[in-house]
């Protein structure tokens, strides 16, 4: 072998030019600027930028070069941070009246992983205010993209360069959420004839899940779980609260949003939301988590306090007159009962039987069942947005789909490159995942939910003997009404709305998983 390539032409060829290279007129230049560069401009510019010392450039090479890479960067590190620390903000922030304020302790006295929190939980009104208020557009629409690559560049170098010890962060969730994530890129390689658009559709499909892995990685203790809980109960309220205040005004609405059939519903609210439906779903993602601090308080002031928000958020809910959200409603009731408290279901049943007798209410529930809610249903309604989006799947591969964001969902709307194709909201968020993903990607989805349902009645019977378990029971609930919601509407392409709900998945995992019981740390002091 070794003669067969020693005898080949590109040996030979390599030969000559080793042999030749020296007195080459490219090697004479080379040598002429590395004996001249020693004593040239050059040189004294680059020490006296770098600030180097002769003992530090004596090395040669790519260590010569990281060492005066390493002494500038230091010395600019030490201007900037001498110009921010004389600077009027950090003197403001450092001073006595500030560190000792009752605002501070709440939000800053945990670091930066209770802001993050904080700022998770207002998720919705922040992005409302900069949606609605800021004169620049880019901001509102990448405010939430830029949050999340805080969140996870903050775990990854706070795991990197911290000097404590963190807890462990490894879930058995972890892997079900990164099987999905390759599913998706899988489908985005296999069907993506518009790749920009595949890219947007796989972004809205799966950036808002990276909030699981952010969320189990920065909370450390119960404090941070009951900020976020107390911030969002404190959200939710206000927000029915506006709801209601719109039902009694009588706000106007849309005359597309109650069908002309439909007699008695004179409005429908939407607070600072815009949808009856999401806010419908909202508060149904919320309101079981209140009532888990209902029973979880011993205080008698606080347990009637939760159960006022409860019941406040439940007839916002009901004025929305969104028949998915009182579904979902009906389901996270039910699950909830069933593990903290079984009179509840009478008491929902109650609450259903005198709802029925309130015309509006009735009203929208007879509707079902008549032949112009059949006709609409059916030419325009849901019924045939289903039926159109079925045949479509038909024309394609049934296994990979039509493709992301080409159908059924927000990335589609905004890029109607088809004329052939009539664009809409699907308004069943897993028949938008199966026409866009094929049976694959709904498979995978679906995988995804259950195992997260699976591990998140792990994690409430691991906790049964911790009152954290109650919190963990409400979390679940309000989930399980948001996938049963999920239905009738796209729930999740509204962007707070999907970070809410796997940040709740993140909330749930931790409790059970990751959180050291209080029993364990009881027990120690005692010893």
Request: proline residues 3%.
């Amino acid at each position: 072998m070794q003669k067969l390539l020693e005898g080949s032409f590109i040996y030979r060829l390599l030969e000559r030019i080793a042999l030749f290279y020296p007195f080459s007129i490219i090697a004479r230049i080379a040598k002429a600027v590395s004996d001249s560069y020693g004593h040239s401009t050059t040189q004294r510019v680059w020490d006296r930028v770098f600030g180097c010392s002769d003992s530090s450039t004596s090395n040669s090479g790519l260590g010569a070069f990281l060492t005066r890479c390493n002494s500038a960067l230091a010395r600019f590190g030490r201007l900037t941070s001498h110009i921010a620390e004389r600077s009027v903000p950090v003197r403001i922030w450092k001073s006595q009246a500030v560190q000792n304020s009752l605002f501070y302790r709440i939000l800053f006295s945990r670091g930066t992983n209770r802001i993050i929190i904080i700022i998770f939980a207002l998720y919705l009104p922040i992005d409302y205010v900069l949606r609605t208020l800021s004169p620049i557009a880019a901001i509102s629409s990448a405010w939430d993209e830029a949050f999340l690559i805080f969140g996870i560049a903050y775990v990854v170098f706070r795991r990197i360069y911290t000097k404590k010890a963190l807890p462990a962060s490894v879930t058995p969730f972890d892997t079900q959420l990164l099987l999905f994530l390759g599913i998706g890129f899988m489908l985005l390689c296999v069907v993506s004839p518009y790749l920009g658009i595949a890219i947007a559709g796989l972004r809205a499909v799966v950036q808002y899940m990276l909030w699981f892995y952010v969320i189990t990685r920065i909370i450390e203790n119960d404090g941070d779980i009951y900020a976020f809980c107390g911030t969002i109960i404190v959200t939710a309220t206000l927000i029915a609260l506006h709801g209601i205040y719109q039902y009694i005004i009588g706000v106007p609405i849309p005359s597309t949003w109650v069908s002309q059939a439909e007699v008695g519903v004179r409005t429908r609210v939407f607070s600072i939301i815009g949808s009856p439906n999401i806010m419908g779903s909202f508060l149904v993602m919320f309101a079981p988590l209140t009532a888990s601090f209902a029973y979880k308080f011993e205080n008698l002031a606080l347990k009637v306090l939760m159960w006022c928000c409860t019941i406040v958020m439940c007839l916002a809910c009901l004025v929305t007159f969104s028949r998915g959200a009182w579904l979902g409603m009906a389901v996270a009731v039910f699950v909830f009962a069933l593990y903290r408290d079984r009179k509840l279901i009478a008491l929902m049943a109650l609450a259903v039987g005198v709802a029925v007798f309130i015309p509006q209410v009735a009203n929208r529930i007879t509707f079902l069942f008549t032949s112009e809610f059949d006709f609409a249903n059916m030419f325009g309604g849901r019924g045939g947005r289903r039926r159109e989006g079925m045949n479509l799947l038909r024309t394609v591969n049934v296994l990979f789909g039509y493709g992301l964001g080409r159908f059924g969902g927000a990335v589609a709307m905004q890029n109607q490159i088809n004329a052939n194709l009539s664009y809409f909201y699907m308004d069943n968020y897993y028949l938008k995942t199966l026409i866009e993903m094929g049976y694959i990607g709904l498979g995978g989805y679906l995988f995804l939910l259950a195992s997260f349902s699976f591990n998140a009645m792990r994690s409430i019977y691991r906790t049964r003997d911790d009152s954290m378990s109650t919190i963990a029971q409400g979390l679940f609930a309000g989930m399980l009404g948001v996938m049963t919601h999920c239905l009738t509407e796209n729930i999740f392409e509204v962007p707070y709305m999907n970070a809410y709900f796997w940040g709740m998945a993140g909330l749930i995992i931790y409790i059970g998983f990751l959180r050291k019981p209080k029993l364990e740390v009881s027990s120690r002091r005692v010893s």
